[in-house]
């Protein structure tokens, strides 16, 4: 299959708009699960609150948050698909910022150092795109995240020593998530990336808050990880937006990676609850967008 | 938790009524300020010509698209989405937006901290949680841009907006020293060891 750096542009552009309008089903399931379990009638409230501006953005075609994050394209290329590297990134780059020029959308990007908007949401080495490959015949798949600032602030990294075991990784995470209360737009998907390295502790923290709710992690040991951490910040009584309650996160989601003998990092990631996602598949068939 | 609908401009007696927990919707005006706006009118000098005396300003950045000036777009912007940011970043400004313009609330997400919560009880003020990430709906509570000031630092302009029944906002901070943030971190600290020893930490 030779890619269609056309269709390519066009659909990031598509994908960055929709991401930005349109929940994916399993976050709005996940409300529907919060709501249902809360206690707390102000968090009830609150939660409500949130799955009405859902409708809203969808009726009124308007946006979630006024966040439009910083563009993140993971793109997973499988055998037999032929495209020029740089080419692809180029498309990819021109289809974002086309999207916040022609949509229009809020630029959420400046220079580092300077400050500097550009208008365009995209800058030196931003939008993020990140490349994997797949073992899918003749598939190509890109998936856009806006990633909102409020939550991304929410990132942490410790080097753990081995000494500290798993209880300094549980620690951590239950740590980070009580000193970032309200900040990160709860509830939230927690991403804990552990092992590694530490760039690569980091990216896993990332691909974990990213992962659909209801995936479970791949390694046995980092599932059950998810599930004593997931239940475990739900009892510290944050709640949605901070204001207390039982939802303070839809789930815990764990990434691993092995490490060194003398290492035990670990890194936390978090989404908020516009936990905003876009995806397409292109085939020989055709393009198929979804979440 | 009682809920009551207030007309901007508001008096200090009306804030001082309200305590943390109680819920309200603002009607008629409201103004939009940012890291930047605060910055240059509190760090560089300059001034607004809008009288925020008894108003409601809100830590904000729209989505806005320019249009010819026009009845429903007065200043020449269409709101597109309006939303809310985290107010820790502008925690210096809630003093002298009191002090020297005689603001009343402050709309923000994430709450603010312990120089706000001293400048509240001298002044008479109050903050008011909106819950963040939900611009779509907020957008729907704002009838038009009437008009912007300090605009070279658009989008985070001065901006004035003619709303209507803005919220339900929660009184997360009232003019008493009452925060329903302190509380919560004090339930989650309070929770804290049970939580770790529940998962078998330091077994
Ligand atoms: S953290 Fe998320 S929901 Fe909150 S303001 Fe940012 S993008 Fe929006």
Redesign the pocket.
């Known amino acids: 299959m030779k890619l269609d750096l056309d269709a390519v542009e066009e659909t990031a552009k598509h994908l960055y708009i929709q991401a930005l309008k349109i929940l994916p089903p399993d976050i709005k399931a996940g409300f529907q699960k919060l709501d249902a379990s809360e206690t707390n009638p102000l968090a009830k409230s609150v939660l409500a609150t949130m799955i009405k501006n859902i409708d809203v953005a969808e009726d009124t075609t308007n946006l979630l948050?006024q966040?439009t994050?910083i563009p993140i394209y993971n793109i997973v290329i499988g055998r037999n698909v032929e495209v020029d590297g740089q080419s692809l990134k180029d498309a990819i780059r021109k289809g974002c910022e086309r999207a916040t020029t022609e949509h229009p959308l809020r630029s959420s990007v400046v220079h580092p150092i300077t400050r500097v908007n550009e208008q365009t949401s995209c800058g030196i080495r931003v939008p993020v795109i990140n490349v994997d490959f797949s073992n899918a015949e003749e598939t190509f798949e890109m998936e856009m995240i806006p990633k909102?600032?409020?939550?991304e602030n929410g990132s942490f990294l410790k080097m753990c020593i081995p000494a500290e075991g798993v209880d300094g990784i549980k620690t951590f995470v239950v740590d980070k998530v009580m000193e970032v209360g309200g900040r990160?737009?709860p509830p939230t998907i927690v991403g804990v990336g552990v092992g590694g390295t530490s760039d690569l502790c980091t990216k896993l923290a990332k691909k974990a808050g990213a992962r659909a709710l209801g995936s479970v992690c791949d390694d046995p040991e980092g599932a059950k990880l998810e599930v004593a951490l997931s239940d475990a910040v739900n009892q510290l009584g944050i709640g949605p937006q901070g204001l207390g309650g039982d939802s303070t996160a839809f789930a815990v989601h764990v990434e691993t990676a092995a490490t060194h003998i003398t290492m035990n990092p670990v890194a936390v990631n978090i989404m908020?609850?516009?936990a905003r996602r876009a995806r397409a598949t292109f085939t020989p068939t055709g393009v198929e967008i979804g979440f | 938790m009682a809920e009551q609908t207030i007309h901007m401009p508001c008096t200090e007696e009306q804030v001082r009524d309200l305590k943390a927990g109680d819920t309200v919707i603002l009607e008629d005006w409201l103004y939009g300020i940012r890291d930047a706006t605060q910055i240059h009118m509190f760090d560089h000098g300059r001034t607004t010509r809008f009288d925020l005396n008894g108003h409601a300003v809100i830590h904000t950045a729209p989505n806005v698209k320019k249009v010819p000036p026009s009845n429903s777009c007065p200043a020449g912007y269409e709101s597109i989405c309006v939303?809310t940011?985290t107010s820790q970043r502008m925690e210096r400004f809630t003093r002298p937006l009191m002090a020297q313009y005689g603001v009343r609330m402050i709309i923000g997400?994430g709450g603010l901290g312990e120089e706000s919560r001293a400048a509240f009880r001298e002044f008479g003020g109050v903050y008011l949680a909106i819950i963040?990430?939900t611009a779509a709906l907020e957008t729907t509570w704002i009838e038009q841009i009437t008009d912007v000031d300090l605009d070279d630092l658009n989008p985070e302009s001065l901006w004035e907006f003619k709303i209507r029944g803005f919220g339900p906002l929660l009184v997360a901070m009232d003019s008493h020293g009452g925060s329903l943030y302190d509380s919560v971190k004090q339930t989650a600290q309070d929770r804290r060891a049970e939580v770790l020893a529940g998962m078998g930490v330091g077994a």
């Open positions: 948050c966040d994050g909102g600032s409020g939550s990160v737009c908020c609850h516009s | 939303g940011t997400k963040g990430g």
